[in-house]
T-cell receptor, first 118, second 110 residues
Framework: GAVVSQHPSWVICKSGTSVKIECRSL??????MFWYRQFPKQSLMLMAT?????????EQGVEKDKFLINHASLTLSTLTVTSAHPEDSSFYIC??????????????FGPGTRLLVL | GNSVTQMEGPVTLSEEAFLTINCTYT??????LFWYVQYPGEGLQLLLK?????DKGSNKGFEATYRKETTSFHLEKGSVQVSDSAVYFC?????????FGSGTKLNVKP
């Protein structure tokens, strides 16, 4: 199989604090991981693509200083929401692709992390 | 640009009913089309996909046909089960990116 986990599954924090979300590929090495964001009743929107050992590539309109992504190993990527505000409240989903999968079409998704900023 | 539109839910059906979840897309070039399913508390799982026009993807009794003339990829199943209750996402993959619909929640009652 290809299992991706996220931690925590949900988090509540105060405005102005930073929150770290982990994404792990449990049984495979992921050369590329992706971070998505989903607002209620809306599509998943790609935020950034991260490759192990290099800087993440952010989508247009996503603040790289706000959403820090670190892909330090082939099984772990982290998303840190810095100085969180209520408008950052959302559902964050990561996915990972295997090295041998061409064109990254095959992505394995984590269960998501729900963030609520008070 | 690239975008996906799918019918709003929730869709509520009785067991053994016929299911259709509509999905239309706009895209440049030649995208691949996907349906993903998300069960409660789990990540999105690939249900089926089609990579070119007129291809039919199928899995677990679900089917969808890539219709380029109508830019559609409707999901169908002839007889749903309670275990099919989940959220279904239509998506297209183009130029190394996924574009997702907003998801349709399906509730199947016994």
């Amino acid at each position: 199989g290809a299992v991706v986990s996220q931690h925590p599954s949900w988090v509540i924090c105060k405005s102005g604090t930073s929150v770290k979300i982990e994404c792990r590929s449990l049984d495979f090495q992921a050369t590329t991981m992706f971070w998505y964001r989903q607002f209620p009743k809306q599509s998943l929107m790609l935020m950034a693509t991260s490759n192990e050992g290099s800087k993440a590539t952010y989508e247009q309109g996503v603040e790289k200083d706000k959403f820090l992504i670190n892909h330090a190993s082939l099984t772990l990527s982290t998303l840190t929401v810095t100085s969180a505000h209520p408008e950052d409240s959302s559902f964050y989903i990561c996915s990972a692709s295997k090295p041998r999968d061409s064109f990254q079409e095959t992505q394995y998704f984590g269960p998501g992390t729900r963030l609520l900023v008070l | 640009g690239n975008s996906v539109t799918q019918m709003e839910g929730p869709v509520t059906l009785s067991e053994e009913a016929f299911l259709t979840i509509n999905c239309t897309y706009t895209a440049t070039g030649y995208p691949s089309l996907f349906w993903y399913v998300q069960y409660p508390g789990e990540g999105l799982q690939l249900l089926l996909k089609a990579t070119k026009a007129d291809d039919k993807g199928s899995n677990k009794g679900f089917e969808a046909t890539y219709r380029k003339e109508t830019t559609s990829f409707h999901l169908e199943k002839g007889s749903v089960q309670v275990s099919d209750s989940a959220v279904y996402f239509c998506a297209l993959y183009n130029f190394n990116k996924f574009y997702f619909g907003s998801g349709t929640k399906l509730n199947v009652k016994p």
